[in-house]
């Protein structure tokens, strides 16, 4: 039975799953995308995740706390400088994680995980539409009414024409 077993412990020892989970953590901040399994990318997420929404309040205590998790002073940095800018208004949901498939060695499944606000692919801008494609069927049916559209913009640019040459003719 599974009673109060809350984390997955990733078949580790406490310190080896506390020091992976930090450099894990202090990655995905410097590069912003990292490639991992799927249980580390979940693990991951909720050891991050708090971190994060504690660099929304830039105070000395703020950063003390963070720097006791990761104790590397360059992500520090990045964590209270870009990334808190960008995380500012968002309540929650720092990261997002990718499923890619599984690897080829071990057969284990492997997944992006991203912080969210520094995807530009993902970011929700408004981007040109593309044209929508065409059927055969309807470019059939539109090229009949545009040869008849043709025609009498035709006729009615031939009389046009042929009344100037009658008034012409009846002036001689």
Known sequence: MRHNKKF????????????????MTISLIMHKRITTTLAKAKALKKYAEPLITRCKDDSTHSRRVVFSHL?????LKELFGPVAAKVGDRPGGYTRIIKLGFRKGDGAEICFIE??????????????????????????????????????????????????????????
């Not at 997955?8 to 450099?23: E, G, P, V």
């Not at 104790?71 to 992500?75: F, T, V």
């Not at 801008?125 to 043709?150: D, F, L, M, N, V």
């Open 8 to 23: 997955n412990h990733l078949s580790r020892t406490a310190d080896h799953r506390h020091a992976m989970l930090a450099n």
């Open 71 to 75: 104790q590397n002073k360059e992500a």
């Open 115 to 172: 912080l969210v606000d520094f995807d530009e692919n993902m970011a929700k801008t408004a981007g040109k539409k593309k044209a929508t494609r065409r059927s055969r069927r309807s470019a059939k049916a539109e090229a009949p009414a545009a040869e008849a559209a043709a025609e009498t913009v035709e006729a009615t640019e031939a009389p046009a024409a042929e009344a100037p040459a009658k008034d012409e003719a009846k002036a001689e």
